[in-house]
């Protein structure tokens, strides 16, 4: 039985964005590499994650493989200024990036302390509050099992203790029913240690 057809469109949720392109990136090297060897063929694979990390597979050298295909194309080699240039431009754009990443997690922080909620739309501040009652819901759940594990090692000191008292009592009352007080030696008769 086949899955049923998915509809590609950018996937909203962040964890399960996250998710497929894990498993996806995971199966795309794994077909690289089959149809390497299974074909003898030059593969050259690179991938770029949302966060711009580099992912790559390699049949051949990499190289040599960008070489080729530039080649093949009609491309031009770059010369070291071209190069030092595009290298610059590539990491131009990464502190760019990375600084967009900055700003929004300072503004979703923002939104979460309850400031700048000004700038925000209706869907947003649904999507806003559901977060907060999902926070608020998992402390709750964190507060409560613990203060279930407080109490039941408090009332486990209590019975532990309450044990300890019923065993004192008891040899005392083992005591009296020999007609003895608990300070006695345990010797002598209903007179012991008066002054005669």
Same mark, same amino acid.
């Given at each position: 039985m086949g899955r049923g057809k998915v509809e590609l469109k950018r996937i909203e949720n962040? =964890?399960?964005?996250?998710? =497929?392109f894990s498993k996806r990136k995971n199966g795309l090297l794994k077909k690289a590499f089959e149809l390497s060897i299974l074909c003898d063929a030059e593969v050259a694979l690179l991938i770029f994650s949302p966060s711009g990390k580099a992912y790559q597979f390699a049949s051949h /050298?990499? /190289?040599?493989?960008?070489? #080729?295909? #530039?080649?093949?194309?009609g491309l031009m080699e770059f010369n070291n200024y071209q190069r030092s240039r595009t290298i610059e431009q590539?990491?131009? +754009? &990464?502190?760019?990036n990375l600084r967009r990443t900055i /700003? =929004? *997690?300072e503004a979703k922080h923002k939104h979460l302390a309850g400031e700048d909620l000004s700038t925000l739309g209706m869907k947003e *501040? !649904?999507?806003l509050e559901r977060q907060l009652k999902n926070g608020v819901e998992r402390i709750r759940a !964190? !507060?409560? #099992?613990? *203060?279930? &594990?407080?109490? =039941?090692?408090?009332q486990k000191k209590v019975k532990l203790h309450e044990a300890n008292l019923n065993t004192r009592a008891f040899g005392a009352e083992e005591c009296d029913a020999f007609g #003895? +007080?608990?300070?006695?030696?345990?010797f002598g008769g209903p007179h012991d240690g008066a002054v005669i």
């Open positions: 962040s =964890t399960s964005r996250q998710v =497929t /050298d990499m /190289d040599r493989s960008i070489a #080729r295909y #530039r080649n093949e194309v590539f990491w131009m +754009s &990464e502190i760019d /700003d =929004t *997690l *501040l !649904k999507q !964190k !507060k409560q #099992r613990a *203060l279930q &594990e407080d109490n =039941t090692r408090l #003895r +007080s608990s300070g006695s030696s345990g």
